[in-house]
């Protein structure tokens, strides 16, 4: 089936990289997401990669795809405070449907 | 550009009382539309999609229901709501031809039902 496993919390000090893990099940997924939903509020697509890419880097964001593992992970340079949210790592199965399996989501605290 | 917008931001309702909640998408057409429910510290929880007017998936059964009524408008209902109900409930659409999927959260709705 489709699953989506992400840890729960992660702390990291102010200026230091932060690096959010997440594992995928289904292999035909074509896009993988990460989100990002600060406190009350709705979640902000932050960067997506394809399948066929093995690494994206966005500014102070990397993203590395082991498609072998199936594994994503979002690392965050030079974390700051305002980083602090919950980060939702997501994939499109490539079923031809339109629905986006989310995992539960990463609360992400920063520490000045 | 595209918005998307939700109301009410808050509702605090009594157990067994009815439920709307309204979504509208501006800036685009035909789009792929969503209704999630975050609980409390947990994730996404797929309710509802919808690929065109008329045109309802539902992912969980449950007391909810969900109708589009026009191509940018996505009603999420109840007829008598549970305690259970309470969560945040977030809006999403994604353009209906782009290949990537990506969708586009509304602000949500915080339902607190006691």
């Known amino acids: 089936g489709e699953d989506v496993e992400q840890s729960l919390f992660l702390s990291v000090r102010e200026g230091d990289s932060s690096v959010i893990n997440c594992t995928y099940t289904d292999s035909s997924s074509t896009y993988l997401y990460w989100y990002k939903q600060e406190p009350g509020a709705g979640l902000q697509l932050l960067t997506y990669?394809?399948?066929?890419?093995d690494m994206k880097q966005d500014q102070r964001l990397t993203v590395l795809l082991n498609k072998k593992d199936k594994h994503l992970s979002l690392r965050i340079a030079d974390t700051q405070t305002g980083d602090s949210a919950i980060y939702f790592c997501?994939?499109?199965?490539?079923?031809?449907?339109?629905?986006?399996?989310f995992g539960a989501g990463t609360r992400l605290f920063v520490k000045a | 550009s595209q918005t998307i917008h939700q109301w009410p931001a808050t509702l605090v309702q009594p157990v067994g009382s009815p439920l709307s909640l309204e979504c509208t998408v501006e800036?685009?057409?035909?789009?792929?539309l969503y209704w999630y429910r975050q609980a409390a510290g947990r994730g996404l929880q797929l309710l509802f999609y919808s690929v065109g007017i008329g045109q309802i998936s539902s992912e969980v059964p449950q007391n909810l229901s969900a109708s589009r009524p026009q191509d940018r408008q996505f009603i999420l209902s109840s007829k008598k709501l549970l305690l259970s109900d309470s969560g945040f409930y977030l809006c999403?659409?994604?353009?209906?031809?782009?290949?990537?999927?990506?969708?586009?959260f509304g602000p949500g709705t915080r339902l607190l039902v006691l």
């Open positions: 990669i394809f399948s066929n890419m």
């Open positions: 800036g685009t057409s035909n789009p792929n």
């Open positions: 997501a994939e499109t199965p490539n079923t031809g449907g339109f629905k986006t399996i």
């Open positions: 999403a659409w994604s353009p209906g031809v782009e290949v990537s999927k990506t969708q586009y």
